[in-house]
């Protein structure tokens, strides 16, 4: 259980950081940039719904995944990584 909560934590961490320099890089209009974000963004996300899905503790893992959002959005905006 901790070991699954880990690796959802993760994952949602990297992809809300993935997908929120996606957004930016639209608004700047980086087209092979986004184009890149957005294919890395959307594989991550497919295996956290996969492995969120097999699991019977779901609902602690979709909190847990939404906290990483938040954080990994927080993260991304602060550190200004697109400029």
Do not use: P, R, W
């Not at 993760?10 to 639209?26: A, F, K, N």
């Not at 927080?74 to 400029?83: S, V, W």
């Amino acid at each position: 259980m901790i070991k699954n909560t880990i690796i959802v934590f993760t994952i949602g961490l990297i992809e809300q950081l993935l997908y929120t320099l996606y957004i930016i890089s639209v608004g700047k209009y980086l087209i092979m940039v986004s184009s890149i974000l957005m294919f890395s963004y959307m594989i991550l996300y497919l295996l956290i719904i996969s492995k969120v899905v097999k699991e019977k503790d779901g609902i602690i893992l979709l909190i847990t995944y939404a906290s990483a959002c938040g954080i990994g959005n927080f993260i991304a905006m602060g550190l200004h990584l697109i400029k």
